[in-house]
Antibody
Framework: QLQLQESGPGLVKASETLSLTCTVS??????????WGWVRQPPGKGLVWIGT???????YYNPSLESRVTMSVDTSKNQFSLRLSSVTAADTAVYYC????????????????????WGQGTLVTVSS | EIVMTQSPAILSVSPGERASLFCRAS??????LAWYQQKPGQAPRLLIY???TRATGIPARFSGSGSGTDFALTISSLQSEDFAVYFC???????????FGQGTSLEIK
């Protein structure tokens, strides 16, 4: 049974860096069949993809957040992490980590698709 | 960016009735579309992927259809546990730039 658990401070000051970690259990983060990602949801609003990472460290970020986002993976701890710099009140949201299976393949490359398992989410509030 | 537009924003349906939710993409996403259900205080749950394939453990009353730019999620006979918010998501572009619809709130009539 796959479980993903987000952890990190629930309160971050404006202009500082938000840091979250997702601990994966029930599966190995260095599985070649999956990517891992972050999605956020501002209170009462919709879902926004933040970024995606492979166990090799290969990353893809939402262009609207790319200048402030860094994701990393620690296979020894079966964890992956998110850092979002220079936060403002607009970054207040529930942050979810999730797993993405590899879906369609073109030639020798296969690509992550949808989010098939999610953590419970953690609320991060940015204070002024 | 591919913009996903869901309709209606709010849908009121009686238990036991059929509900149809819609999602339109701003450009062709083929069948690279997923549907999620989200209940208050919970994470989203994958219902449908590849436009029409039910995820593991999803009841048969949930069905997805469509391709290209127009998609639908149908719930054939609403149960009390189905009242929730539903989101669509496209995953057609590479490098990935996943985008979600704004959601449809399915409410008890």
């Amino acid at each position: 049974q796959l479980q993903l658990q987000e952890s990190g401070p629930g309160l971050v000051k404006a202009s500082e860096t938000l840091s979250l970690t997702c601990t994966v259990s029930g599966d190995s983060i260095d599985s070649s069949n999956y990517y891992w990602g972050w999605v956020r949801q501002p209170p009462g609003k919709g879902l926004v993809w933040i970024g995606t990472i492979y166990y090799s460290g290969s990353t893809y970020y939402n262009p609207s957040l790319e200048s402030r986002v860094t994701m990393s993976v620690d296979t020894s701890k079966n964890q992956f992490s998110l850092r979002l710099s220079s936060v403002t009140a607009a970054d207040t949201a529930v942050y979810y980590c999730a797993r993405l299976p590899l879906g369609y393949c073109i030639s020798t490359s296969c690509y992550p698709v949808y989010f098939d398992d999610w953590g419970q989410g953690t609320l991060v509030t940015v204070s002024s | 960016e591919i913009v996903m537009t869901q309709s209606p924003a709010i849908l009121s349906v009686s238990p036991g009735e059929r509900a149809s939710l819609f999602c339109r993409a701003s450009q062709n996403v083929r069948t690279n579309l997923a549907w999620y259900q989200q209940k208050p205080g919970q994470a989203p749950r994958l219902l449908i992927y590849a436009a029409s394939t039910r995820a593991t453990g999803i009841p048969a009353r949930f069905s997805g259809s469509g391709s290209g730019t127009d998609f639908a999620l149908t719930i054939s006979s609403l149960q009390s546990e189905d009242f929730a918010v539903y989101f669509c998501q496209q995953y057609d572009n590479w490098p990935p730039e996943y985008t979600f619809g704004q959601g449809t709130s399915l409410e008890i009539k």
